[in-house]
């Protein structure tokens, strides 16, 4: 569901980025709210070192923060194929939101907004995340898409699902390595 | 290790398999002393139950000694002796803090694929499909028990396995069936399906405090049993409705359980026409006992229901439910809520769960166990395996 709030927030986002790699107006946009039985405080903290991201996204290899609020990105596909980039963070409120883009000459571009609020009946916090990334075509056309996979929702549902549970558990569910018949 | 492998309907092997390792923080790895096949696990061999995969391992009753614990698992020690329950809760999401311990956020894998098909994530089971997180059962040597910190009931020495192995699921089952009756004093408890399920919900019912239990099959053996737990018995014939408005005097049960689900036999032309339906994949369950509870059930009534559903239900009697004003309870059992009071129970000497086990056999003859609990050979009401 694309709410007015959403546009409004995301329209912010473009205003204050420097360089923006995603033109006003370019890219598909995903989003998803998850409850997090956990506080606003300790999600944000969590988030705002971004060398945590790669633990909950299945994609994302490495993320290094060089200083002054830019990062470098390294996402690896099912392939093999790797795709690198710079992002800055445009907007920081501790305990609030967070807001990146991806910086010029970007492999994949992309931009997203993070907010945390304290969710009703202290069940923890809701966490909104909108993201925005280049669709298919120009230079990698077909591998973006493939990389993205057919289904980006899908994608972001289950890194969100794994960030989730790893925030309430201390670890993410997986069957990797369990046994099974036929292939011994 | 030796394990029971799904690779299609009716088609169930022993293979054997590399053993399981610790993954996570929060497992334990168990030597699985009794197991048992579930009458849900029959869904499984019938082909009823979507993303199942070749290989998947089954089994959702089992218990045993921990062999292993991951470096997060505070509570449990190699030599402890445990049940564990068939549904996997990381006890610290929302749902499992209010102790809805099978609607867990954090314990399945494949999360996003029930979040479709359900509009939320569901739980982890162990050995129910790949929707269900595709963990490895129990029908076999060794368990890898996930949060093993939370689900695991430690048993004294003394207690026997079979007194206590099904507290991992269907004694809880029949018992949250029970207790979602909300019986009281004088009230009478109509069940439909006497098979182990049935069989717990009819114990339990009296547990809980029912004057009258009805039990409903077309199994005589079945109903023998359920005659042995004190039970009036109806014979499942086409006159259902008339027999139980009959046997309780124009009113009709206070509480109606479908111990059958999905797969309900049946010679009513509702019956029928569910499973024609189901067998050119119109993907409808045969839900002709769950309509027949709404019918008995009396005016505002509860018709409780442990057996399992997974898809659509044709012609489900919405109209003839709001009339009555019908009270409907459902779902996957909360295992962890019933584990430790049911073995009290069972300690105290209220009930011996092993009366349900007609069948014992090796782990090496699982297969032979399937068939013949789903074709009820040999009287079999339910079987348990010992590695």
């Not at chain 1, 290899?61 to 609020?69: H, L």
């Not at chain 1, 077909?142 to 929702?153: F, Y």
């Not at chain 2, 349900?356 to 090496?364: A, E, M």
């Amino acid at each position: 569901m694309k709410t007015r709030l959403v546009e409004k927030n995301y329209s912010r986002v473009r205003a204050v980025a420097s360089q923006p790699s995603l033109k006003s107006g370019e890219g598909s946009k995903i989003e998803k709210s998850l409850t997090i039985n956990r506080s606003p405080e300790e999600i944000y903290s969590f988030w705002r070192q971004l060398e945590n991201w790669p633990r909950f996204m299945q994609h994302i290899q490495s993320v290094n923060q060089t200083g002054d609020g830019i990062s470098h990105w390294v996402m690896k596909t099912s392939h093999d194929r790797t795709f690198e980039w710079d992002a800055r963070i445009i907007e920081d409120k501790p305990g609030q939101m967070i807001s990146w883009q991806s910086l010029e000459g970007a492999d994949v571009d992309n931009a997203g907004s993070v907010w945390f609020t304290p969710a009703t009946g202290g069940r923890g916090t809701v966490m909104k995340v909108v993201m925005k990334y280049s669709p298919p075509g120009g230079k990698l056309g077909s591998v973006v898409a493939k990389l993205m996979g057919d289904s980006p929702e899908k994608q972001l549902a289950q890194d969100l699902f794994r960030m989730k549970s790893l925030l309430e558990t201390g670890e993410i569910p997986t069957i990797e390595g369990q046994p099974r018949g036929g292939k011994q | 290790m030796r394990a029971l492998c799904w690779y299609g309907k009716e088609d169930v092997r022993v293979e054997r398999v590399s053993d399981p390792k610790i993954l996570n923080p929060h497992d334990a790895i168990v030597r699985i002393t009794t197991t048992a096949i579930c009458g849900s696990d029959l869904h499984l061999y019938g082909g009823f139950v979507p993303a199942m995969e070749e290989g998947d391992i089954l089994g959702h009753e089992f218990m045993g000694e921990v062999v292993e614990v991951g470096s997060e698992v505070k509570n449990l020690k190699k030599g402890d002796r445990v049940v564990v329950p068939f549904t996997i809760a990381c006890g610290r999401c929302f749902f499992c803090e209010h102790k809805l311990w099978s609607a867990c956020d954090n314990t399945n894998p494949n999360a996003y694929e029930t979040e479709l098909e359900t509009g939320y994530p569901g739980p982890g089971l162990f050995g129910y499909s790949h929707a269900n997180g595709g963990y490895a059962g129990g029908q076999a040597e060794y368990a890898r028990v996930p949060f093993a910190d939370v689900g695991p009931l430690k048993i004294p020495d003394g207690i026997p396995d079979e007194k206590v192995i099904f507290l991992s699921d269907i004694f809880p089952t029949g018992y949250q069936a029970a207790e979602n009756c909300n019986i009281t004093a004088g009230d009478t408890v109509a069940v439909w399906g006497c098979g182990p399920v049935g069989q717990f919900a009819i114990r339990s019912a009296f547990l809980l405090g029912a004057e009258r239990v009805i039990a409903i099959d077309d199994v005589p053996e079945r109903l023998e049993m359920a005659r042995q737990s004190g039970a009036h018995t109806i014979t499942g014939n086409g006159h259902t409705f008339e027999d139980v408005k009959e046997a309780t005097g124009g009113m009709g049960p206070d509480a109606c359980i479908d111990a059958v689900g999905l797969e309900a036999h049946g010679s009513t032309l509702d019956a029928k026409l569910d499973k024609a339906k189901m067998s050119v994949k119109l993907a409808t369950d045969r839900a002709n006992v769950l309509r027949e509870a709404i019918h008995c059930c009396r005016k505002g009534g509860t018709v409780s229901v442990p057996g399992v559903y997974m898809s659509a239900v044709d012609k489900f009697p919405f109209g003839m439910a709001f009339a009555k004003g019908v009270n409907i309870r459902m779902g996957q059992t909360q295992v962890q809520n019933y584990m430790r009071p049911l073995l009290k129970h069972i300690e105290d000497g209220d009930i011996d769960p092993s009366f349900v086990i007609t069948h014992r056999l090796n782990l090496n003859d699982a297969p032979e166990g399937y068939r013949t609990f789903r074709e009820k050979h040999d009287k079999c009401i339910k079987v348990v395996l010992n590695p």
